[in-house]
């Protein structure tokens, strides 16, 4: 009797599992095809074609719309890092040195944190570094209306135009057709001077794979430049990415971006060299992508596809960081603000040692020195400086390539000593013994109010 009830039990138990086992296969296989029917029908939702040179972002938001949706998205301007994010921030205000850094450069006149993409345009059109002399050049990377003006008027011509000529030519802000290609949805190298600078290296840019294309199209913008002649927008990358291998460039060519007009002096500013310091580092290395980090792929119901939110992997460790690494969110903000802390006390030291070496050269040229007795202290503030700037003008904070970066700002740290010892032994044989006084610092106004006095009236 007793044995007859428990298999009565057992049979009931094992129904009722069954059943619910059952019910769940069910909900499990409707929602794989309800997924699989959202993909199938995200892969073929082309409603509206695309033009050859199509730069209004809404109208591909119309076949796309999770990636307008996460694109628009860098329209925000509230998030912000220790050391990033997209809120404002008045560089020059924080840290007042870089006014004597860069004297007699409209970098000393305004110098803020970059907006998201959204604001690009923006951004550069109402900057006080931007004057009526200032090319179109400038405009280069801040529209995805230039590949359409380019092909209309040719690359040349509209480098030589002034920036306020062709403003009104461009309308739009960075967006999809800076990186991708409207007929078939393939990233696509939309500027010609990653092109160009791939070319002269020997290497041919159409055989980079798809997950190469996941950095490049950041590296159309993201890279240190200059204007040839004044205008034409070039990479110095012929001799390689390193900054000693752009340094032996720009002395090749004797290149000078401005007079320093305390030291006399004559400079190089770098620009953003981001790409170049990612090439140096650990994830470069390992085949990790810009938009692997700043672009994490993301997933609606059973739709997976790239969020188009650029920006600091930090505002979104889930998806970009935890993927590989299997850290918590603290631990990855502990480990990257290390870093990056590290590096700013490294730029620190550098900064204080070149403001001393440029007033120390400037002290001396004003008291007598000639040029030929301060070529010597120019020149390696010169290098210093530059050597600098590759780090201190690269997003990231030195994260990119952490050793890298170190190594180079102890160069800086060590060429700027040497500046200053050599303007040093100038000014002894001239009498002057005394130590340099440093200016009142303390703000950027007063920072801008000193070096006015040095700045030829124009």
């Known amino acids: 009797m007793r044995t007859e009830r428990k298999s009565i039990v057992f049979a009931f ?16 296989g409707v929602s794989i095809t309800e997924r699989r029917a959202e ?7 082309i409603i509206e074609p695309l033009g050859e040179f199509e730069s209004d972002n809404a109208k591909w938001g119309i076949n796309f719309p999770r990636e307008y949706n996460s694109w628009e998205l860098t329209k925000k301007t509230d998030e912000r890092t220790k050391y990033g994010g997209s809120s404002f921030r008045d560089y020059l205000a924080a840290n007042p040195r870089l006014v004597v850094l860069w004297a007699g450069y409209p970098f000393s006149k305004d110098y803020n944190q970059a907006r998201g993409h959204f604001h690009a345009l923006e951004d550069v059109s109402k900057t006080g570094r931007i004057n009526e002399k200032s090319p179109a050049t400038c405009i280069t990377c801040k529209s995805s209306d230039v590949p359409r003006i380019m092909a209309k008027i040719g690359v040349e011509r509209f480098y030589e135009h002034k920036f306020f000529e062709m403003l009104p030519e461009a309308r739009n802000p960075i967006g999809c057709l800076d990186c991708h290609d409207p007929k078939t949805m393939r990233l696509r190298i939309s500027r010609p001077a990653l092109i160009d600078a791939f070319k002269r290296m020997g290497k041919d840019i159409t055989k980079a794979s798809h997950q190469e294309m996941r950095t490049l199209v950041c590296a159309q913008c993201h890279v240190e430049y200059y204007f040839k002649d004044k205008k034409y927008l070039t990479f110095p990358w012929d001799n390689g990415l390193k900054v000693e291998e752009m340094e032996e460039y720009y002395e ?14 004559k400079m190089l500013k770098m620009q953003h060299p981001d790409y170049e310091v990612y090439m140096q580092g650990i994830h470069s290395f390992r085949g990790v992508s810009c938009a692997d980090c700043h672009m994490p792929y993301k997933v609606e119901g059973g739709i997976k596809f790239t969020d188009h939110q650029v920006r600091s992997p930090l505002l979104n460790i889930a998806n970009s960081c935890q ?10 903000k502990i480990r990257v603000t290390s870093i990056q802390d590290k590096t700013q006390d490294l730029l620190n030291r550098a900064e204080n040692e070149l403001v001393r070496a ?35 003008a690269n997003n990231g904070m030195g994260f990119h390539a952490p050793q890298e970066c170190a190594r180079i700002l102890a160069k ?9 010892l050599e303007a040093q032994s100038v000014r002894a044989r001239k009498g002057l013994l005394a130590p340099v006084p440093l200016p009142d610092l303390s703000s950027k106004e007063k920072a801008q109010a000193f070096i006015q006095s040095f700045i030829p009236k124009t």
């Open 13 to 28: 138990l094992l129904f009722f599992v069954s059943a619910i086992l059952g019910v769940f296969v069910g909900i499990l």
């Open 39 to 45: 993909r199938e029908l995200a892969r073929i939702r």
């Open 252 to 265: 090749r060519i004797q290149h000078t971006d401005w007079v320093h007009a305390i030291s006399g002096a």
């Open 323 to 332: 993927v590989c690494h299997r850290w918590s969110e603290e631990e990855v």
């Open 358 to 392: 440029h007033l120390e050269i400037g002290d001396a040229w004003r008291k007598g020195a000639t040029d030929a007795e301060l070529e010597n202290a120019r020149n390696l503030v010169r290098k210093a400086q530059m050597y600098w700037d590759y780090v201190a």
């Open 412 to 420: 800086a740290i060590q060429l700027a000593m040497e500046s200053r």
